[in-house]
């Protein structure tokens, strides 16, 4: 049950139809947390009978373009490679601006909704405050997360970070609420981003989608594997993973699945080669929606080694699936770990102490395995998706707080 705080009179009764623009720097065919969660909530809406559009970058060359999908009507801007980064786009201001301001001229929204303070969520924070229009703002990034693709000195990054905060405080602070996935992001915005109040609001899970269905039927792993799911970033510490699984002993055959895809697969690839574990590590790539389910019902036990989460969807899709985790112990990442309950944690960059984790859950019997499994759908439960949605629903039309137990704990 959601309850609002109202802020000003909310727009018409609960089946009044709004018209929802969603700003996102990265939206689908970009892989990451913050295009999944947009992509998600685009649904959601959709499936309410509101009426959403998209204000993303372009993902290749070319101009403006409108597209019709399933969920919205995405509105792509004109971008630009980044020239540290495989597929971030870049959106110049000069262009996009002026096409963010033509935008909400014709599309009149009832709320904007940005998921982030760069390029395309600073162009659509400016313009809806220029036309007094309702905005909600989530922040899925902490800057320091770009330091990998900042080819500069600590001393400089650091400065960048600084000044990202302050430009994150800046802008996001016009909105009417500002929102984050977890109590920890939220007190590390005010602490460092100078917000007097932001709302840790989960980005949610949908607990079936991840169960066995009935009668379905899925052939077991053929070893006992080791789940990775993300991005193939420098801050994923998938190397970490990767030499961790080198050192368990081959008697015990543990295999590694990677899905995903990223600026570091060859690197990785390398890696793999040179400790000689080939024929136990499988890089597969993106996959399709399907594949992914399977892959999270047919593993053994989920890991998490990055040090960069803000909530991990992926940790929570692991575990909706009835996986035991083992997680790094960083940002949000604890608090999806009851230690010997549902998984372990364990010190970032540690791959002897990863390894040692990994070798205690795989040695389980299966029916202690499958009672952390159970227990960690149990925690993935309270990130009920439909409680996120009832609460963004709530804050569009009108409410300027949610008072609810947060489902992600403290």
Known sequence: MVNVVPDEA???GPAEKLRILIAADTYPPHVNGAAVFSQRLAKSMAARGHEVHIAAARADRGPDVVEHTEEAVVHRFRSFKAPTHEYIRLCLPVLVEPAMGRLMDELKPD???????????????????????????TNHFMPENLDPFLPFPAWFRRLVAKNSWRDMGRLMGKAAVVTTPTPLAARTMMERGGFKKVLPLSNGIDLAHYSVLPGEVLAPAERPTVLFVGRLAVEKNVDVLIEAIGRTDPELDIGLDIIGDGEQRDVLAQQITELGLGDRVRMRGHVEEDELRRAYLQADVFCQPGTAELQSLVSLEAMSSGLPVVLADA????????????????????AAELAER????????????????????????????????????????GADWVENRYIGGQ
């Open 331 to 350: 940002l949000a990442l604890p608090h999806l770990v009851e230690t010997g309950a549902n998984g372990f944690l364990f010190e970032p960059g540690n």
């Open 10 to 12: 909310p727009r018409g």
């Open 111 to 137: 709320v904007v909704h940005v998921q982030c303070h760069y390029m395309i969520g600073k162009a659509a924070i400016d313009a809806a405050a220029d036309r007094g229009l309702r905005t909600i703002a």
């Open 358 to 397: 990994l070798v205690r859950v795989l040695s389980l019997e299966p029916a202690a395995r499958e009672a952390m499994g159970q227990h960690s759908r149990e925690i993935a439960g309270r990130h009920s998706i439909k409680t996120t949605m009832d609460a963004f629903e709530a804050l569009y039309r």
